[in-house]
C-alpha cells in the first residue's frame, strides 16, 4: 500500500496551493485520511483530517483557509490552501488509515505519503 502525495511548491504570501494524495494497493477500505506538516525545528502537527462520513476537522491556524476533501472511489484526498502565510511553510504529509483483508480477517493500518514542500514567502 503506497500514498503518493503530489502539488505544493512556493508562493508569496496570500498565495493558493493544492495539494494531493492517492492511495494505491491492496485494500478494502479507507477510514480517516488527513494532512499533517512539519516545520523546520517542529514536531509533526494534525492540520485537518476527514472521516469516511466526510466529517472534517481543521487546527484553529488554518481555519476558513484551507479545505480538506476526498473521493472514495478514487482513493483521494485533497487539501486546497488559500491565503497562505508564512507559517504555514512546512511539509506536509497525507495520512490515511488503510483496510486490508487477511485470511482471519480485516485489520487497519496506517499509512503515510512522502511528504510534499510547501513554502511561503513573504
Known amino acids: 500500500v503506497q500514498l503518493q502525495a503530489s502539488g505544493g511548491g512556493s508562493v508569496q504570501t496570500g498565495g493558493s496551493l493544492n495539494l494531493s494524495c492517492t492511495v494505491s494497493g491492496s485494500i478494502v477500505g479507507i477510514n480517516g485520511m488527513g494532512w499533517y506538516r512539519q516545520a523546520p525545528g517542529k514536531q509533526r502537527e494534525r492540520v485537518t483530517t476527514?472521516?469516511?462520513?466526510?466529517?472534517?476537522n481543521y487546527i484553529d491556524a488554518v481555519k476558513g483557509r484551507f479545505t480538506i476533501s476526498r473521493d472514495n472511489a478514487k482513493n483521494t484526498v485533497d487539501l486546497q490552501m488559500i491565503s497562505l502565510k508564512p507559517e504555514d511553510t512546512a511539509v506536509y504529509y497525507c495520512?490515511?488509515?488503510?483496510?486490508?483483508?487477511?485470511?482471519?480477517?480485516?485489520?487497519?493500518?496506517?499509512?503515510w505519503g512522502q511528504g510534499t514542500q510547501v513554502t511561503v514567502s513573504s
Open positions: 495520512y490515511a488509515e488503510v483496510l486490508r483483508s487477511t485470511g482471519s480477517g480485516i485489520y487497519t493500518a496506517p499509512k
Open positions: 476527514i472521516t469516511s462520513g466526510g466529517v472534517t
